[in-house]
Antibody, heavy 122, light 108 residues
């Protein structure tokens, strides 16, 4: 299993960014996937998840309305669209594999990528 | 504020046993998962479910749960166990996920 994030960078406040996570080594469409972020020197924050078929999504309260999780199973790729970027969105963004059953199961986040850094500054 | 509460820091002497706790209402219904994060590295799953370790995680890592508290116990802590540990479970609803604030483990 391998997860590789990309798309991070320096963005001005109010801007937008699309992060990608390329997955390999497993049947991507069978798994819920999730995004987790970590601000510099801070703890982990769950951002959002998406079901294997893309029909079930949920978001953390601090990002709801500005972030959109999506996936392309044909490309084995997960995405995170971030709009109206704020300074507090500055963080390392990780994608992680959840389980096939998502919130209806008891699976952990068993594989993580190395993260992609988003910095929001004028 | 996090819906899962962890002590910010815990210290253990080399070779001794240490428990890291995680408290939250959701833990009465759901198990916690535990992740280890060393500086500059991505988190790694070390424990999940009732007391399950992924392949490659030493058996000195174990877990338990009682009421609203889940615990990660390291029996015979090693220098390489020095890291931040995060618990994770459900939040205010079944489809809402949350992490604890993290516990920095120092091994002396």
């Amino acid at each position: 299993v391998q997860l590789v994030e990309s798309g991070g960078g320096l963005v001005k406040p109010g801007g937008s960014l699309r992060l990608s996570c390329a997955a390999s080594g497993f049947s991507f469409s069978d798994y819920y996937m999730t995004w987790i972020r970590q601000a510099p020197g801070k703890g982990l924050e769950w951002v959002g998840y998406i079901s294997g078929d893309g029909n079930t999504l949920a978001y953390g309260d601090s990002v709801k309305g500005r972030l959109t999780v999506s996936r392309d199973n044909a490309k084995n790729s997960l995405y995170l669209q971030i709009n109206s970027l704020r300074a507090e969105d500055t963080a390392l963004y990780y994608c992680a594999r959840w389980g096939p059953r998502g919130y209806s199961g008891y699976d952990p986040f068993d594989y993580w990528g190395q993260g992609t850094l988003v910095a929001v500054s004028s | 504020s996090s819906e899962l509460t962890q002590d910010p820091g815990v210290t253990v002497a080399l070779g001794q046993t240490v428990s890291i706790t995680c408290q939250g209402d959701s833990l009465r219904s759901y198990y916690a998962s535990w992740y280890q994060q060393k500086p500059g590295q991505a988190p790694v799953l070390v424990l999940y479910g009732r007391n399950n370790r992924p392949s490659g995680i030493p058996d000195r890592f174990s877990g338990s749960s009682s009421g609203n508290t889940s615990s990660l116990t390291i029996t015979g802590a090693q220098a390489e166990d020095e890291a931040a540990y995060y618990c994770q479970s459900r939040g205010r609803s079944i489809n809402h996920l949350v992490f604890g604030g993290g516990t920095k483990l120092t091994v002396l």
